[in-house]
């Protein structure tokens, strides 16, 4: 995206460079607990258990033979019908993980710390490090501004795969604006996302359209779903009554929040986005997390995939 370039080029502010992206993954605990999130079932029928330490997967159950394990008896089966069964296990199919990240113009603002731009990139970032570190693969699916597909790898190869992808073209701003509905992009990801995928949504909601809420069911019936708001604080908290000089590309213009009425208004209307995509998150029960540009994202974005944090990084 625009707001990944060369280190000579970044500030960590409005633009993050590849080599602050790959340091991130200092951020990551010695050692990481297995995702707690159970197995999404592949195909109608089939089960869906959760996962029993790294590696297994359960498959089927049978009738008790001889030299069983008794500890992988199926006792609710066993219950049911009157008969000994064995619970049988498989290795477990690897996961993926695919960030759908928004890249839209508006994304790069902010009033503390940095862009919401960076911050997204920061969150990216770190979900791929989190994912590779509990043997996912890997994908990224940019709409907006960029719009890329980049298929799930796995090991640190799918990571820094992912991390260049971050990485735009040279020139800082596009010729020509693009938009691209939230509906769009989550139906083009679902070319991604196999079933029982995770899809990652990291947005500050500016692309919500009418039809997001149908496409994300659609997306939701195949895959895994999570979303990760980026919020700037203004967007919550206002600054005291006053004018503000407020830049925005190569303009600076003077922003009036000296009226009861002009704050009320301000209010609403630059917290009307990140609230519309938490509503359809919480409308479709799907987990959402809210993080602001002053934040660290690996708690929130750790939280999201299930994976629980121990000790601190190395």
Request: aromatic share 4%; charged share 30%.
């Amino acid at each position: 995206m625009n707001s990944v370039r060369k280190a000579d080029a970044a500030d960590g502010i409005t633009r993050i460079s590849l080599d602050e992206l790959l340091a991130l993954r200092r951020q990551l605990p010695r050692r990481l607990a297995p995702p707690i999130d159970r197995v999404h079932a592949s195909r109608a029928g089939s089960h869906a258990a959760s996962l029993r330490g790294r590696g297994m997967d359960y498959r089927e159950s049978r009738a008790y033979q001889p030299g069983d394990d008794v500890r992988r008896l199926d006792w609710r089966l066993t219950a049911r019908s009157g008969e000994l069964h064995t619970k049988l296990f498989q290795e477990e199919r690897e996961r993926s993980l695919v960030v759908l990240l928004d890249t839209h113009t508006v994304m790069r603002f902010g009033t503390r710390r940095r862009y919401k731009s960076v911050q997204a990139a920061r969150a990216c970032a770190l979900a791929a490090w989190l994912g590779v570190a509990t043997s996912m693969r890997v994908g990224l699916a940019m709409f907006g501004e960029e719009q890329k597909l980049l298929r799930p790898q796995g090991g640190t190869r799918g990571a820094l795969t992912l991390l260049r992808g971050l990485c735009g073209p040279e020139n800082p701003e596009p010729e020509e604006t693009r938009v691209e509905p939230l509906s769009q992009a989550l139906h083009r990801v679902r070319r991604l996302a196999r079933h029982g995928s995770q899809v990652l949504l990291i947005s500050d909601g500016e692309s919500v359209d009418d039809d997001a809420r149908a496409a994300m069911a659609a997306l939701r019936r195949q895959a895994s779903i999570r979303v990760l708001v980026i919020a700037d604080v203004l967007e919550s908290t206002l600054p005291p009554a006053g004018r503000y000089p407020v830049a925005w590309q190569e303009t600076v213009r003077t922003l009036d929040l000296q009226s009861r009425a002009a704050r009320a208004q301000f209010r609403e209307a630059l917290g009307r986005a990140p609230r519309a995509l938490q509503n359809l998150a919480r409308e479709l029960q799907i987990p959402c997390r809210r993080i602001d540009t002053v934040d660290e994202p690996i708690t929130a974005v750790a939280q999201l995939l299930g994976i629980t944090l121990k000790g601190r990084g190395a």
